[in-house]
């Protein structure tokens, strides 16, 4: 980069950066110096260097624990459903039908729903007494189901909700990369001999595969951090069963107090995001230029 | 023994004819092209013969094999097309051998043909190439390797040269020429570049408008067209058409200032009727003939000869080839035809022989 220095965007661009690198830099040292203390606002101006006691105590903890365990459940249940629902209604989709603005449009709608809504709506509909969701059952004559009051439905219940309002998501973005995909290579197929799964599995998806690498990254991210879902429709209730780790960090910090702890919850949650997600990339996007 | 047989095909989206009854025959080992400018249904047509569109109605037969209703993948037909259409996550051999692969044939067949094909195509160091690292022309032989592999009853070729610069154009449309020599497999090709399709066909169908105009060799077409737009779209540049009256008892033409014996016609024309006079420009650098005056506009200069663009005295705008000299700007010339060269319409662009 020799040109870099003679460039005259670099005004524009060197300072943001500098800011950005600063905060970003600073921020995070701040955050892992108390994580390395016991701030806690109940003994507020008593806190002192504890080392790396607050990460000790998190691996010990088998309530953080099983918020991690949840946190991996609920990222990988969401981002697979949903990958593979928005694929199959995208294949399904794929054809000129008369509805088609209008069926773009409505997809539209559970992302633009603010999660409160969402998760308002969906309470109602898991109301064991007056859902809407038990009145089906009820009608397939299955017997009643306490959605959001089982520890072991709980999550499956938020999951639900979140699965309809994020599969849209991936409809869309996986719909517009099969529109910008040439069609010539899926006739190449056909004639080559391939059944329609076989061009689906051989070629249309191999082409795909870059944008559902991406929208599988989006969710995954978005996923590990949900917590809008989760306060509205269980407070990580019951009985813990629907606390992830995001929220436990939540819990950690504005209902104990224990701002150090929560912060080491915090850069735990950001380590573990990261290595994560980096080895998805590195699974998805094996080569260097790959197309 | 016809190898395909497209009878009575028709095909309208919505209110708009793409295809209206089109029929023809295709002879066994033979190259056939389907020639006609853009929006006249040849790929339409194409596609149908290959199952990729479906037909309004009409059979489509190959081999002994009636395909009408049969999906792309039964039909045993292989194609190449206009945008090479590769399998971009596929290697150059994987690309290849991807019809094999669909047959269920075993990998150590199928890597032997590949090679082969490979091979035959001058690719086999570009085996393990992704389709974007190669360039155009290489993209195409790729293409044609693929429809080469499995040995087709029938290769379909849709406009497989248009996206190549002009250089590599001839060298490949020489090799495809070469390949259909050596391999004398039924070829049905769609090109608008009537270039393309007189050195390559052994037969031409003329489409215009989803119609068949007229189906014929290369020099019949060229010689003896049916109508005035088979007539324009063969041959560079194209022919010209000057407005004429019978005169004399039909035996006899008047076009502007020449005269012109219609005798030889076996119709006789009535006196007084329009019919539009059609000479090429290769025809109008006669030692002898019918004389016209030119007042010369453009010469174009291609070395071993010139066309020059001017106009009549009746102010219509002619086209000639000029061997012997170069005329300017302003000049007026000479040209001289026979009229058994000349071609002869009648106001609706029918041939009149």
């Not at chain 1, 849209?168 to 056909?190: G, H, K, Q, W, Y």
């Not at chain 1, 912060?263 to 990339?281: D, E, R, W």
């Not at chain 2, 390797?145 to 499995?150: C, S």
């Amino acid at each position: 980069m020799a040109t870099a220095a003679s460039d005259p965007t670099r005004h524009f661009f060197q300072p943001i950066i500098v800011c950005l690198t600063v905060a970003s830099v600073a921020l995070t040292l701040f955050v892992i110096w108390i994580s390395l203390h016991d701030l806690s606002l109940m003994r507020a101006g008593r806190e002192k260097f504890v080392g790396l006691d607050n990460y000790l105590r998190f691996f010990g903890d088998p309530r953080a624990m099983a918020a991690l365990w949840r946190t991996v459940l609920f990222t990988t249940l969401a981002t697979v459903v949903e990958i593979a629902l928005g694929l199959a209604v995208v294949l399904f989709l794929d054809r000129d039908f008369a509805m088609k603005r209008l069926v773009r449009t409505l997809l539209l709608v559970p992302i633009i729903m603010t999660p409160v809504v969402v998760g308002l709506t969906w309470r109602f509909l898991f109301d064991p007494a007056t859902g809407m969701a038990n009145y089906l059952l009820s009608l397939a004559g299955l017997s009643q189901v306490d959605w959001l009051g089982s520890p072991q439905l709980a999550l499956y219940s938020v999951l639900i909700a979140d699965i309809w309002q994020w599969t849209p998501f991936v409809i869309l973005l996986v719909m517009a990369a099969l529109e910008s995909a040439p069609t010539d290579p899926l006739n190449a197929a056909r004639v080559d001999g391939a059944r329609e799964w076989q061009v689906a599995w051989y070629v249309l998806l191999p082409m795909l595969r870059r944008a559902l690498a991406i929208v599988a990254l989006i969710r995954a991210i978005d996923s590990i951090k949900a917590f809008d879902l989760f306060y509205i429709m269980t407070r990580g209730g019951p009985a813990l069963s629907t606390e992830t780790l995001n929220y436990y960090g939540y819990i950690a910090a504005f209902t104990n107090f224990d701002i150090s702890y929560a912060l080491a919850i915090a850069i735990i949650l950001t380590i573990f995001t990261n290595v994560a997600l980096l080895t998805m990339y590195s699974v998805l996007f094996p080569k260097s230029g790959e197309r | 023994m016809a190898n395909l047989s497209i009878r009575s095909v028709s095909k309208s989206y919505g209110a708009v004819s793409v295809l209206d009854d089109v029929s023809v025959e295709v002879e066994e080992g033979s190259f056939v092209v389907l020639l006609g400018p853009s929006g006249c249904g040849k790929s339409t047509l194409l596609h149908a013969i290959a199952g990729l569109n479906p037909i309004d109605s009409g059979t489509i037969v190959i081999g002994d094999r009636n395909v009408t209703n049969l999906p792309a993948r039964e039909r045993d037909v292989a194609m190449v097309f206009q945008s090479y259409a590769l399998y971009p996550t596929m290697s150059v051999a994987e690309n290849i051998a991807f019809p094999l692969k669909m047959r269920g044939l075993d990998r150590k067949t199928s890597d032997e043909k590949v090679v082969a094909v490979a091979k035959l195509l001058q690719i086999e160091p570009l085996l393990g190439r992704k389709p974007r690292e190669l360039s155009g022309g290489q993209r195409q032989r790729v293409a044609i390797g693929r429809a080469l592999v499995r040995d087709p009853r029938l290769f379909l070729f849709d406009e497989p040269l248009s996206n190549l610069d002009a250089a590599l154009r001839t060298e490949l449309r020489a090799e495809i020429k070469r390949l259909h020599q050596s391999i004398r497999r039924t070829m049905v090709y769609v090109t608008h570049d009537q270039t393309e399709a007189l050195t390559l066909a052994d037969k031409i169908v003329v489409l215009k408008a989803g119609r068949i105009e007229q189906i014929g060799t290369p020099l019949s077409l060229y010689d003896d067209p049916d109508n005035a737009f088979v007539a324009g779209f063969i041959g560079t540049p194209r022919m010209n058409f000057l407005r004429a009256t019978v005169a004399d008892g039909g035996k006899t033409l008047h076009a502007g200032e020449a005269s012109v014996d219609i005798s030889h016609l076996a119709t006789r024309l009535e006196a007084g009727r329009n019919v539009m006079l059609g000479i090429r420009p290769e025809h109008l650098d006669e030692k002898q003939g019918v004389t016209l005056s030119l007042a010369v506009d453009v010469t174009e200069r291609l070395g071993s000869t010139s066309y020059v663009h001017g106009m009549l005295p009746s102010g219509e705008t002619v086209v000639a080839e000029r061997r012997e000299d170069q005329p300017r700007f302003g000049e007026t010339i000479t040209l001289r035809f026979l009229p058994a060269r000349t071609r002869i319409f009648d106001a609706q662009g029918m041939r009149i022989r």
